[in-house]
């Protein structure tokens, strides 16, 4: 229901007479002018929740396309990092072998 500019004065007023202009003050203060335009209706609550749900399932939808992503990405960096881990240890196994050689040979000369 509706209230009107005149009703709601006319409530202020009798607060106003029996409680004081103060108090009538709260009270219509925590009471605010709200127009039938800023009302919500059934339908608009449904329609709100209806786009909020096919948001929702985009929503899903994404993430479950980022998560694929992400896991392809991870797999690819981990075949990156074996085999940088394989050549550094074959790099390594070379070094000591030329280490090894180095010192053989500056021992016999």
Known sequence: ????ERQRREVF??????FGT????????????VSNDELATRSDVMATASLL????AELRGEMTELRAE??????????EVRTEIA???RWGAAT???????????LVV
């Not at 229901?1 to 009107?4: D, L, T």
């Not at 007023?13 to 029996?18: A, Q």
């Not at 103060?22 to 203060?29: F, I, L, P, W, Y």
């Open 1 to 4: 229901m509706a209230v009107s």
């Open 13 to 18: 007023d009798k607060f106003e007479e029996v």
């Open 22 to 33: 103060e108090t009538a003050d709260v009270v219509m203060q925590m009471f605010p002018r």
């Open 53 to 56: 749900r096919g948001e929702m």
């Open 70 to 79: 992400l896991k392809g990405e991870m797999a690819e960096l981990r075949a």
């Open 87 to 89: 050549g550094l240890q």
């Open 96 to 106: 000591v072998a030329a280490n090894a050689v180095a010192v053989v040979t500056a």
